[in-house]
Nanobody
Framework: QVHLVESGGGLVQAGGSLRLSCAAS????????MAWYRQAPGKQREWVAS???????FYADSVEGRFTISRGNARNTVYLQMNSLKPEDTAVYYC?????????WGQGTQVTVSS
């Protein structure tokens, strides 16, 4: 069984920064992908960024150049460094893990950016 726990959300002014963390417990990590999604009120959940086991990272156009996804040395953690935050970045951010045959989601962490 795999569990994902996010932390690091909060309230920040526009232009500020936050760093989200996600720790995965369990076993079976190897050729996996970890990612961040977000869901704003009244909107569908959207993909934000992904990082593959080999280290390749990909970003949504809306966050390219402002957000950085990375993995910890222990490989069971993923981070999202968010800079130059905008009010439209306000959402619940979810950690996601894909391993062969299974997908897992965290419970989400709220990020609120005030103007």
């Amino acid at each position: 069984q795999v569990h994902l726990v996010e932390s690091g959300g909060g309230l920040v002014q526009a232009g500020g920064s936050l760093r989200l963390s996600c720790a995965a417990s369990g076993s079976g990590f190897g050729a996996d992908t970890m990612a961040w999604y977000r869901q704003a009120p009244g909107k569908q959940r959207e993909w934000v960024a992904s990082i593959h086991s080999g280290g390749s990272a990909f970003y949504a156009d809306s966050v390219e150049g402002r957000f950085t996804i990375s993995r910890g040395n222990a490989r069971n953690t993923v981070y999202l460094q968010m800079n130059s935050l905008k009010p439209e970045d306000t959402a619940v951010y979810y950690c996601f893990l894909a391993v062969i045959g299974s997908n897992y989601w965290g419970q989400g962490t709220q990020v609120t950016v005030s103007s």
